[in-house]
């Protein structure tokens, strides 16, 4: 079912058809609208979110509906994962019906106690967030967390992995911003000493709040985003679903919403429809939250790539083709934002065995 779901998804990307007899491989799914942190750089403030979780009927609605087809589900958004109370029920569910989860967290809840809990689910990946090395740099980006608390945190559960011989795929990663930008080889080259780390990723900020400036130069348009057929969907806490992310984030409506509306009329939606049409005549710049969108546009190349293979391969092999495509022989194959305030960003990402 899923190697059949990605084929017509493949063969609807290439054919830049506008409607898809098919359904995402990937969904973005916000359990929790809570947070206990605040960060300059999150949407969530300016978009103000309510103290709620997804409720149970509209969580157990979406992963029936896309169970059979959806690969991995990222249990993110705009709260912090471990305050949602049900999140290891959540991590459950998703494994009966053989999807696979991941998870991001700020690592301020991540106590021995939760540390346990999460090794003892069939979780996949954990992107532990750590932006910056420095008790300054990360304490202005994370208001409210304690650097060497939640430093103590991250270490514990990576050593915890390792001495348990889990297979969790563990990510340590960095936003780089003005204030961490020189930090990278300090931070770096402390993750990558710790036992259980597999993964030593710095990225670049793609919201729209520290970098105004940034904009996609009208030559990225030529692709049409992959989102808009692959995913991954974006499902708030109250069931609403975007087409992505930054939709959300960049003050886009709903296409429809899981509690209400069945999966496959929301992939189809008007406006999903809509927006496919703009981005395969290359006038995806007409549509707003496009325009401002800061997320790099992956070549068809990479696109049809991505639906060749399983999720769970894709994820793995995702480092290298990054690394490759900004800085090796496959240069061009990544269009990032164009940001004229800084230097160019540089995408670090070491493999630790």
């Not at 409720?55 to 169970?67: F, K, P, Q, W």
């Not at 059979?68 to 305050?83: F, K, R, T, V, Y």
């Not at 967030?129 to 990360?138: A, H, V, Y």
């Not at 325009?291 to 060749?308: D, E, K, M, Q, Y």
Request: aromatic fraction near 8%; charged fraction near 25%; hydrophobic fraction near 35%.
């Amino acid at each position: 079912m899923r190697l059949w779901n990605r084929a017509k998804l493949l063969a609807a990307y290439l054919g830049r058809r506008t409607r898809v007899g098919a359904l995402p491989v990937e969904y973005i799914v916000e359990t929790t609208a809570k947070c206990n942190l605040y960060c300059p750089m999150c949407p969530r403030e300016t978009h103000k979110q309510p103290k709620e979780d997804m409720a149970d009927r509209v969580y157990e609605r979406l992963i029936t509906s896309a169970g059979q087809s959806a690969e991995h589900m990222m249990l993110i958004g705009l709260g912090e994962p471990l305050l949602d109370p049900k999140i290891f029920e959540r991590i459950e569910l998703c494994d009966r019906h053989r999807v696979f989860t991941l998870l991001s967290t700020n690592g301020t809840l991540l106590d021995a106690a939760a540390t346990e809990r999460l090794l003892d689910t069939k979780l996949e990946h954990i992107t532990l967030s750590f932006d910056g090395s420095t008790k300054e740099s990360f304490e202005f980006y994370r208001k409210g967390a304690k650097f060497e608390r939640v430093r103590d945190n991250f270490v514990h559960f990576a050593r915890r992995k390792a001495e348990r011989g889990s297979k969790m795929q563990v990510v340590v990663q960095m936003v780089r911003m003005e204030r961490n930008w020189n930090e990278v080889e300090d931070f770096t080259r402390f993750w990558r000493a710790v036992p259980g780390v597999d993964e030593v990723r710095v990225k670049a900020d793609e919201t729209d709040l520290m970098r105004p400036d940034a904009a996609h130069a009208p030559q990225d348009w030529s692709h049409p985003c992959h989102y808009l057929w692959r995913g991954a969907m974006y499902v708030k806490h109250n069931g609403d679903v975007y087409p992505c992310c930054q939709s959300y984030n960049l003050g886009g409506s709903p296409v429809g919403n899981i509690g209400t509306s069945d999966l496959p009329a929301i992939f189809n939606s008007p406006e999903m429809v809509r927006m496919r049409e703009a981005h395969t005549n290359g006038r995806a710049g007409q549509i707003a939250v496009c325009s401002n969108c800061r997320t790099a546009i992956p070549h068809p190349v990479l696109v049809a790539g991505s639906l060749l293979f399983h999720g769970r391969t894709v994820r793995k092999l995702l480092p290298w083709v990054e690394r490759l495509a900004y800085f090796g022989r496959w240069s061009g194959l990544l269009r990032p934002v164009d940001d004229q305030r800084q230097p160019k960003p540089e995408l670090v990402q070491i493999k630790q065995k």
